[in-house]
């Protein structure tokens, strides 16, 4: 086969086209760039692993200082708690102790009850001897007395045995009124003064 040029002439053209050295280059200026990528890669690494300690050693200190408050918490709980149920103890205690006093008091009147019925069993129907003679003792003013008392009526007497004060008390209204009785006013004004008092 022949050739248009000489052999050699083309190996050289051929050699000159393939200049490797701006691959060189290229290749020096890659490599360059791949180092300062690691280093800054490395460099951020670093800062991540700086920040992820710091980082790690608030959430131990903020776990410490939760367990401590959580601990606290349920001190003041307890404590609260403890406090309320001896609150209730005293308040259990002091009403057993109210109740223990109001069966004892109602023991009493029921053994004086018993004791009064066994009386009034003793005496029958139409009252003992004795209670008889005290009602044919009673006079008219007594009887007076006691119907006004029952109306809520109370009839002082001064040191001279004269009626001259009455107290009335008017259990629905919650009233009590004292009324000083004057001669120059008839029974009749006082009557009527009383029952509208009353």
Not at 25 to 40: C, T, V
């Amino acid at each position: 086969m022949l050739l248009d040029e000489d052999p050699a002439t083309l190996i050289h053209h051929t050699i000159g086209n393939f200049n490797i050295h701006p691959d060189k280059n290229a290749l020096s200026r890659i490599n360059d760039s791949l180092s300062a990528l690691q280093q800054a890669r490395d460099l951020r690494v670093r800062e991540a692993e700086s920040a992820l300690r710091k980082l790690s050693r608030n959430l131990s200190t903020l776990h410490t200082h939760h367990q401590e408050t959580v601990s606290a918490h349920a001190a003041t709980d307890h404590s609260a708690e403890i406090l309320a149920l001896d609150g209730e103890k005293f308040r259990l205690a002091k009403s057993e102790r109210n109740l223990e006093i109001e069966s004892e008091r109602l023991e009493q009147e029921l053994e004086s009850l018993s004791g009064r019925l066994a009386e009034l069993d003793m005496q029958g129907l139409n009252g003992g001897e004795t209670d008889r003679g005290k009602r044919e003792l009673e006079d008219e003013t007594l009887l007076k007395l006691k119907v006004y008392r029952s109306l809520g009526i109370e009839i002082e007497a001064d040191p001279t045995g004269n009626y001259t004060k009455a107290v009335i008390r008017n259990s629905q209204k919650g009233d009590v009124h004292v009324v000083n009785i004057d001669p120059k006013f008839s029974r009749f004004f006082y009557a009527n003064y009383f029952w509208q008092t009353m």
